[in-house]
């Protein structure tokens, strides 16, 4: 489906109508997401250059038709997704624009925090676009660092957005963009809260999952060779073949 969408810029497939717009948080002029959706897959589809991108005026920004019980769909900087995997389920339907957006599915508490902080993050990046292309990830920093003091949010979101930052903040120094410290981090955050019972199913799963890969390649036509030598590889069996 993903595929499709940026082939033939079928909205219809994403449930983006013409007249889905954009709210005035994104941090610049109201336009519908369909007039935006529609430049980002114009340029996606022209293989155009990264600066194109970010002199955009709406990178990032939810595609507000495509809500439903389970959450709604943005178009997202590709920082700003990963930095929400240090504390959400992130599903990334497609990576366009040579990897520097995606379009992903976050269900309705990861989209709020989204819709908060985005407006500021696009207000940098009209500011700044050459800066936001060449050092993304360390701008996002200290701008997520401005947000996160905001009083938009309950004690407990907020807490989780301090430590979300943190995180990720550590994973910026490190040059690590993999997502791989997020979905660590998700796992902890998890562990804290389930059962004991729950913890232990889930260190057997890795575990048997780890014990799986440490075989060695063709493993298991070793070991049949192995156990038909011990039937076949015999004095009698020798002479019972001597003739060839």
């Known amino acids: 489906m993903a595929k499709r969408i940026s082939e033939d810029g079928e909205l219809a497939r994403v449930g983006l109508s013409a007249d889905a717009g954009i709210g005035a948080d994104s941090g610049a002029s109201k336009v519908s997401s369909r007039e ?6 114009r340029l996606h589809r022209e293989l155009a250059a990264a600066k194109d991108f970010y002199l955009l ?8 038709e495509t809500r439903d019980r389970l959450g709604m769909r943005f178009v997202l900087w590709q920082p700003i997704a990963l930095f929400l995997q240090y504390g959400f389920p992130v599903e990334i339907m497609e990576h366009m624009c040579g990897g520097h957006v995606v379009l992903a599915n976050l269900e309705h508490d990861a989209a709020a925090v989204a819709e908060k902080i985005i407006p500021e993050i696009e207000r940098t990046r009209l500011k700044e676009p050459l800066w936001m292309m060449s050092s993304g990830p360390q701008v996002l920093v200290q701008v997520l660092g401005v947000t996160a003091e905001e ?3 309950d004690h407990a979101t907020t807490e989780k957005i301090h430590r979300m930052l943190r995180e990720f903040k550590s994973a910026v120094r490190r040059g690590d963009y993999s997502g791989h410290s997020a979905f660590r981090a998700q796992l902890s955050e998890l562990a804290a809260v389930s059962s004991e019972s729950d913890v232990r199913k889930c260190i057997e799963f890795l575990r048997a999952g780890e014990e799986a890969r440490s075989w060695p390649p063709h493993s298991a036509a070793l070991a049949s060779e192995q156990a038909l030598a011990r039937e076949w590889l015999t004095p009698e069996e020798d002479a019972a073949w001597s003739y060839l």
């Open 36 to 41: 935006a959706f529609d430049e980002i897959l």
């Open 57 to 64: 005026d709406h990178l990032s920004f939810p595609l507000g």
């Open 151 to 153: 009083s938009w949010f």
